[in-house]
């Protein structure tokens, strides 16, 4: 039974781990989203301002913030993509650890099978049926061959030994 409980408590710790809410992650992008169409709208008209008078100094600071916004967004949405990535492999090494605790519990149920005397299933309690009847045919087959050859051998040897004593 102590067993069992360490078993719980240690499988109830790796799935304790809290991972952030992939609603928290679409609902960013979508903000992130809908914040894109005024910044390129923005860049596109301030791009042409700036570009058609350079040395007009407004136009100039208002194409130099629209570029750090655009760049703000795109590192906040790197932001997002990598704390997705940093959890996905959060998830993917808690699967490796589940999957091999699976495989040791397993194991562990087939060893107390074993011992209990349990047959895993109906199939292969069929086929160990069939294999010792199987083995009980093939034993007795053979012995019946043996005996037919002792049979001839005592025969011949009887015969061999009886007509040497006539003569």
């Not at 679409?26 to 040395?55: A, N, R």
């Amino acid at each position: 039974m102590k067993y069992i409980y360490n078993m719980y408590q240690q499988n109830e710790q790796i799935l304790n781990t809290n991972f952030e809410n992939p609603k928290n992650y679409i609902e960013k992008i979508k903000t992130l989203k809908q914040q894109l169409p005024h910044i390129l709208d923005d860049f596109v008209k301030y791009f042409v301002l700036y570009h058609k008078d350079p040395s007009y100094p407004e136009y100039q600071t208002m194409f130099e913030n629209i570029k750090s916004n655009l760049n703000s967004l795109s590192s906040s949405l790197f932001m997002v993509s990598n704390d997705v990535d940093v959890n996905i492999d959060n998830i993917n090494t808690l699967y490796k650890k589940l999957d091999i605790l699976i495989k040791k519990e397993r194991i562990k149920n087939r060893e107390l099978k074993r011992k209990l005397g349990i047959v895993e299933s109906k199939a292969n309690s069929a086929n160990e049926m069939i294999d010792d009847y199987s083995e009980i045919y093939d034993i007795g087959y053979l012995r019946n061959w043996a005996l037919f050859l002792s049979i001839i051998t005592s025969g011949i040897l009887i015969s061999v030994v009886f007509k040497k004593q006539n003569i």
